[in-house]
């Protein structure tokens, strides 16, 4: 029996969600745009109105400006768009537990087993549709397939506020038309690479050799010829099901470049305690510390090194950091960006022979009051208590 996978994304998230905070910016072009100030000046997204000025996602403020003169720019509320993305959520979750996020603004949702319940595929995507609008006042556009990737191509189709179902005995018709880029898997170096031998549509690539695929693009290639034949059978994952946590970063694009010793200890103390914070609130310790630095001319380098015993603590992060930073680089050229990964993670919970960590009592202590830090600074903001080292 054939799947049923819908594929639900939130149209133009961010700029939707900043209209419905001001309904005065659905009526003009605005954008959603990163701090220019900070030297995020990139459009983040666009309404429809922005959209037909030709602005795409990803180009400067500065460029779209140049396409519409009268172009209104919104800040990010990254707080709210996570508001509403649980919102989504929690709509799709009343028709299936198989609810799996892609990025923010994205589900999968197998609905299998849903039918007897809520109907036909196409019913409980209308449905969906409508709630959503009703209860969050976003539009929504919906692909239904027989897989992840038909799924998301569909939901690619028509936008906003559509639903387009791509059943399997048309797929060959609506789909391999498209240009091979718009699959999921293909990047701009593989279309590039695909180009090269006439492989420009998704029809194209399903009927390539897979064996050649595989060698001018590896196990790449072979995956995205059985997605172009309708081969993809990845399951949708539970919204509960936890994936193992493979290394936790932070970095940051500095709003002046970075010329001293001094100031990049505290830009890494700030990340150190951001890092600290996502590793104590999944229980996990890191067993290496790796940064990455880029300098004004765009050079990124990065290194890294493990720590003499487990830690979840900013000031180890930090300590390891410095060190690195103070082997590897100097201010030849001012420093542009900084960043910090913590890679090798373990379980706080699980038992380590000789950890210094565990034997440390001092070092509980210390998690015990940086996770009441964490609590102060998420009910009363991250400005409310800053550390005197
Ligand atoms: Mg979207």
Redesign the pocket.
Known sequence: MNRIILHC?????FASVECLLNPDLKHIPMVVGGSEAQRHGVVLAKNELAKKYGIITGESLWSARQKCPELVTASPHHDIYVHYSKLAREVYSRFTDLVEPF?I??CWLDITGSTPLFGNALQIAETIRQTIKKELGLTI?IGISFNKVFAKLGSDFQKPDAITSIPPQDFKKIIWPLPVSDILGAGKATTKKLTLYSIRTIGDLAQANPQFLKQILGENGLQLWQYANGLDTSPVHNLNSKEPIKSIGNSTTLAHDLTSLNEVRHFFMKLSEKVSTRLRHQELLTRTVQIWVKDANFNAKQYQKPLPFPSCLAKDINAISMELFEAHCNFKTPIRALGIRALNLKDQHEPEQMSLFELNSNNHKIVELENSLDLLKSKYGTNIIKKGF
């Not at 994304?9 to 998230?13: A, G, H, M, R």
Request: glycine share 12%; hydrophobic share 20%; no cysteine.
């Open positions: 994304d939130l149209n133009n998230f990025g603004d994205e556009s």
